[in-house]
């Protein structure tokens, strides 16, 4: 069964609003840190909302993914704008996949062996 993101987006709301009742500081911090980005706005909205959809693909984030799809749509990115930042992080996740692939081979290289 595929995920109502729109319904998921609205659960995520209201829990950020119950923790933002028991933490303020939390999330007053949490909002100030994403916007220290949007004050010089050299990468405009619309690249951010596409890079964060990326590095939230990247880290697994459902919440993040639903709340960024709607922003980079909101900030005027297209479909096509999407997948092609979707695939700089699929790109991204296999160089790291084979980055430590090499460094699992340097562990086995390094491995003691027993002498016969």
């Known amino acids: ?43 405009g909205a619309k690249t951010r909302e596409l890079i964060a959809l990326a590095v939230a693909v990247t880290l697994r984030c459902g919440g993040c993914i639903t709340v960024h799809t709607e922003a980079a749509i909101k900030n005027g990115a297209t479909q096509e704008e999407i997948a092609e930042a979707l695939g700089v992080a699929t790109t991204v996740n296999a160089g790291a996949a084979l980055v430590y692939s090499a460094r ?12 016969s």
């Not at 609205?10 to 220290?36: C, H, M």
């Open 104 to 115: 699992a081979m340097d562990a086995f290289k390094e491995y003691p062996r027993a002498t």
């Open 1 to 43: 069964m595929m995920l109502d993101w729109n319904e998921y987006r609205k659960q995520l709301a209201v829990g950020v609003k119950e923790l933002g009742q028991l933490s303020p500081d939390t999330i007053r911090g949490y909002i100030e840190f994403g916007s220290a980005g949007q004050k010089k706005n050299l990468l």
